[in-house]
């Protein structure tokens, strides 16, 4: 009897960690779902140079750069968790039409990009990015990080960690780990998750001007997630929430683009 019971728990234990860690990477593919498609720059509505962005681990990443027009800032663009840079240019088209720079960086395991992704890989993509900028002459203090969704969660870690010119995030979570709190018990998110991408965290740290904007009919990242980020930070954040918005682009036509551009001008004055 002893033995069977044993036995069962065993099994039990077995069936568990296979469930655990079959949930482990059925929620990391949910998180990232990037493509091995490398994009293609000819159907871009604008003019693009494809770059290789060198990273502190070896990798070499393809990403679309966009030189600024005299006297423009230059934005490092970090996109959603969706497929590669070439399903992002209509994020950045009015930022382009108004002249200004935009670097639109490819994370690893994107767009045929080497490497496999996680919250720290990515962050060390974005730090990549800056120095290429740097080494073109263009200061990290000058550049303006954009993230939109996913970006978002590596857009304020960076700018814990380095002095730029200002941040703007597009439909921000607190973390991921607070968007699964709210649909699960904490130990049974903190079992499975290993890229937190943990902004509430950091955002104290972030000193630099500040913009969010965020749809109040977002069901892909609750409209409340942007809300408990800005709360947790300090007065240099602007939160700014848009009535019948979504997850989509209508977060960004026209209203969003129109408050980035603002929030550019108003660095440049």
């Known amino acids: 009897m002893i033995r069977r019971i044993a036995t069962a728990l065993v099994a039990l234990l077995l069936l568990t960690g296979a469930s655990g860690v ?15 498609q490398v994009p293609d720059p000819a159907e ?10 060198p990273t502190a681990d070896g990798l070499q990443l393809n990403s ?30 009015a930022l382009v039409d108004a002249g200004y720079g935009v670097l639109m960086l490819d994370y690893r395991g994107y767009g045929g990009n080497p490497g496999s992704p996680s919250d720290e890989g990515l962050l060390t993509d974005a730090e990549a ?15 303006v990080v954009y993230g939109y969704s996913l970006g978002t969660g590596v857009a ?13 995030l597009a439909a921000p979570f607190a ?41 109040d009919r977002d069901t892909t990242v609750p409209v409340t997630q942007s809300a408990r980020l800005a709360a947790a930070g300090g007065d240099n954040i602007r ?10 682009w209508d977060l960004f036509e026209p209203r969003g683009n129109a408050l980035v551009l603002d929030f550019l001008k108003t660095l440049a004055s």
Do not use: C
């Not at 423009?72 to 959603?80: E, M, Q, S």
């Not at 304020?156 to 703007?168: F, H, Q, W, Y």
């Open 22 to 36: 079959g949930l482990h990477y059925y929620y990391k593919a949910r998180i990232f779902r990037a493509s091995d």
């Open 44 to 53: 871009v509505p604008f003019p693009v140079e494809v770059v290789r962005i």
């Open 64 to 93: 679309w750069w966009i030189a600024p027009q005299p006297g423009k800032r230059t934005v490092l663009y970090l996109h959603g968790n969706y497929r590669s840079i070439g399903h992002y240019p209509r994020g950045v088209k």
């Open 129 to 143: 990015a800056l120095d290429w900028l740097a080494a073109k002459g263009i200061a990290p203090a000058t550049v």
């Open 156 to 168: 304020v870690p960076l700018a814990a960690e380095r002095d730029l010119a200002g941040v703007v």
């Open 175 to 215: 973390s991921i780990a607070e968007m699964g709190y709210d649909q699960y018990p904490h130990w049974f998110v903190d079992l499975l998750l290993s890229d937190r991408f943990d902004s509430i965290g950091r955002i104290a740290a972030v000193s630099e001007p500040v913009l969010i904007f965020h749809g």
């Open 239 to 248: 939160r700014i929430v848009l009535p019948g918005a979504t997850h989509g």
